[in-house]
């Protein structure tokens, strides 16, 4: 949940969350991503980097753009939407 507090104004909402570990999993092992990468021209990064990102569940914003279009060739997803988890009620 995130606050926001505007004069006069007091909001929360709950940011969107995504299965970036799926993805992650989705486009294989990390040498598999790593031979995507460098096949698509973009610059590999150290295993460990990789690892880090699978145990944190999470994506450095920068990289986001790139996986997303790695997995809508590949045909793993049709659209980012695939990857949203649903709000919990």
Do not use: C
């Amino acid at each position: 949940m995130t606050n926001v507090k505007a004069p006069g104004v007091y909001r929360t909402y709950a940011t969107p969350q995504w299965r970036f570990y799926d993805l992650l999993k989705m486009l294989g092992k990390t040498q598999d991503i790593n031979a995507l990468l460098e096949q698509h021209g973009y610059p590999v990064p150290p295993p460990t980097t990789i690892q880090g990102w699978r145990t944190r569940r999470k994506l450095p914003a920068d990289w986001v753009p790139v996986f997303l279009q790695l997995a809508l060739d590949a045909g793993f997803i049709k659209s980012i939407n695939d990857l949203r988890l649903e709000p919990s009620p």
